[in-house]
């Protein structure tokens, strides 16, 4: 019974729909291409309703990203003047070199050297050390030089320091070895630079 209605109901269907053609003029490959291509979401040629709309899907899935730039720090590094070990009775030579890799030049200020408190008896303590690690401190300050020469933008300026042989405060009763030096640059603008090195007392 289903089956028999719907043979009889389709010729019925299909002769309304050549009626309405017929007055509207328009081919049947029309209409059934454009029903087949309405149901696919794809886009014909001059199709401008369809066309807007994926063009609004496109933009609406298209990615962004926003591209942030940070302007690189001058950088400070404090080395022993020369490899060689620093023994009792002598003064310690260092070079101190500030390096400014940014647009602005770095201020004149004041440079203070740092000894740290304890021997750097392992890698783990060398490597939190000069990592600058939260567990370590800077230790006693040695010596003080006010007035640094101003660093121009992209310049390097090294400037040599000797701590005295008074103030080193390494004596025959501190062991041997690998020793903490800093080095810290407060500027009259407010900037401040540090940097850590090494250098071996030997008795």
Same mark, same amino acid.
């Given at each position: ?5 719907i ?9 309304a ?12 490959a ?10 696919? %979401? ?42 060689d ?6 003064d310690?030579?260092?070079?101190? +070199? ?5 647009? +602005?030049?770095?201020?004149s200020? +004041? ?12 890698? &783990? ?31 390097? &300026? ?25 080095? +810290? ?9 540090? %940097?850590?090195?090494?250098? &071996?007392?030997?008795?």
């Amino acid at each position: 019974m289903v089956a028999e209605s719907i043979s009889v109901r389709r010729p019925a269907i299909f002769r309304a729909v050549r009626s309405l053609l017929r007055r509207a003029r328009v081919p049947l490959a029309a209409v059934l291409i454009g029903l087949v291509m309405g149901s696919s %979401g794809a886009v014909l040629p001059g199709g401008g309703a369809s066309s807007a709309t994926a063009q609004r899907q496109a933009t609406a899935v298209t990615p962004t990203a926003t591209l942030t730039t940070t302007e690189p720090a001058a950088r400070l590094t404090v080395t022993p003047a020369t490899p060689d070990p620093l023994r009792p009775d002598e003064d310690l030579q260092l070079i101190v +070199t500030i390096e400014n890799t940014t647009a +602005t030049a770095v201020d004149s200020g +004041t440079l203070d050297i740092y000894l740290a408190q304890r021997a750097l008896t392992s890698r &783990v303590a060398l490597e939190d050390w000069l990592a600058a690690d939260e567990s370590t401190t800077r230790g006693d300050v040695l010596v003080s030089e006010p007035d640094t020469p101003i660093v121009p933008a992209g310049d390097t &300026v090294s400037l040599p320091v000797t701590v005295p042989e008074a103030s080193v405060t390494l004596g025959p009763r501190n062991n041997w070895g690998a020793r903490g030096i800093a080095a +810290t640059l407060q500027t009259e603008s407010g900037t401040e630079l540090e %940097g850590r090195g090494t250098f &071996v007392w030997f008795l």
